[in-house]
């Protein structure tokens, strides 16, 4: 007969079971390996996620001044256009743009560039009127704060090693092209209307100087100061000259369309011819009989790729005053701060080296931080049915 099985009798020892003494110590022992391993697997993440999540780039400002407001403010609204687009297109996301209102004002600017240094900007864009630029320059150069203009031709502004760059040549060159254009249609005599600025008193004298090289005369000249509309004398003093022309160079649309109105209602009927001023669909709205046949010269509206880029962010037919030129002084800062810039010395420094296709020009600066105009090609358009057209030559 087999002997029945007893289960083995758990071995007291004292009042304390052996039993769960080993339970207890593998209980421990589970948990503090468990602890280990997630102890690794944290590690592990904490690791992965700071090599492998892309650190946020430092946001860095760069300021616009421009004319937002005023007889002046199609210069802004183009502006902001052409920088918004090269922003985007250029992948900046990490450059935040601070906008300040010059009004193209000297009194209004310099207050509105000490705001912007004030918040520690990097680079302007800006001022696209000459008169402002002037008025500020003193103050972005004491701050060591470069500003790239889009538009602001004055020789006023052609300063060897200060810290103004602009993307078009100076008031010369425009001004020579335009009287070159004017002289090749035969026309022998000329009168002259400008603003009492740096940009239009630059213009009457760069046009004067050519014009009467070539072997025409300016007959007259007047000026009124900027956004005045009460021309009526000025452009009495023209008729009477009794000119074959009128080239009218005003740095606001609002005298600009006033000029042009008060030489057709005083029977003035001979070509009338503007600066780069004129390029605004406003001039047209506002003064639709007398704006019919007005021939201009204007900054490039730009390459093709630029237009389609435009044309196809905004759904705008009409060119945009100074854009193409904005995405370039905006691409221009941001060569500069992708080269390693981070300072406005280090910004000047840069931008004095570059050189790059715009979608304006070739962009390189000179010794005086303006483009160089070696082959600079201006644009001229004639009101025709309501509209700006692109004519192949004047």
Not at 96 to 112: H, L, Y
Not at 275 to 282: G, L, P, R, S
Request: glycine share 8%.
């Amino acid at each position: 007969m087999q002997e029945e099985q007893v289960p083995p009798r758990e071995v007291q020892s004292g009042s304390v079971s052996v039993a769960p003494k080993k339970r207890r110590g593998r209980l421990v022992a589970f948990i503090v390996i468990l602890t280990l391993v997630f102890a690794i697997v944290a590690g592990l993440a904490t690791w992965y996620g700071i090599t492998r999540t892309p650190k946020p780039k430092p946001t860095v400002k760069v300021g616009v001044l421009m004319a937002f407001t005023g007889g002046s403010s199609s210069m802004g609204y183009g502006t902001m256009k052409g920088i918004q687009l090269a922003k985007k297109h250029l992948g900046a996301s990490d450059i935040e743009i601070i906008q300040a209102d010059s009004q193209c004002d000297p009194n209004v600017a310099r207050d509105a560039v000490k705001k912007l240094i004030d918040q520690q900007v990097i680079a302007i864009i800006g001022d696209g009127c000459s008169s402002a630029s002037v008025a500020v320059l003193p103050t972005a150069n004491n701050a060591k704060t470069p500003m790239v203009s889009p538009s602001a031709s004055s020789t006023s502004l052609s300063i060897p090693n200060d810290y103004f760059f602009r993307v078009v040549p100076p008031d010369s060159f425009q001004a020579a092209f335009m009287a070159e254009a004017i002289h090749g249609k035969g026309i022998q005599k000329v009168a002259v209307f400008y603003t009492n600025e740096p940009y239009g008193s630059n213009m009457n004298k760069a046009f004067q100087e050519k014009f009467e090289s070539l072997g025409g005369k300016v007959v007259a000249t007047s000026y009124a100061e900027p956004d005045d509309i009460a021309l009526m004398n000025q452009i009495q003093e023209l008729k009477d000259a009794n000119p074959e022309a009128i080239f009218i160079a005003p740095n606001s649309v609002v005298s600009a369309t006033a000029a042009i109105q008060i030489a057709r209602q005083t029977d003035i009927e001979v070509p009338l011819y503007g600066a780069d001023i004129f390029y605004d669909q406003t001039v047209i709205s506002n003064a639709p009989s007398a704006s019919a046949g007005l021939t201009i010269t204007s900054f490039p509206t730009g390459s093709a790729t630029f237009k389609q880029m435009l044309q196809s962010e905004y759904k705008v037919v009409e060119q945009l005053y100074a854009a193409p030129q904005a995405y370039d002084a905006f691409e221009a800062v941001y060569r500069a701060i992708r080269q390693g810039a981070a300072t406005g010395e280090q910004v000047k420094d840069a931008l004095s080296q570059l050189s790059f296709k715009g979608m304006s020009a070739d962009i390189r600066f000179d010794d005086n931080g303006e483009e160089r105009g070696e082959g600079y090609e201006y644009d001229v358009l004639q009101v025709q049915n309501g509209t700006f057209v692109k004519l192949d030559k004047m």
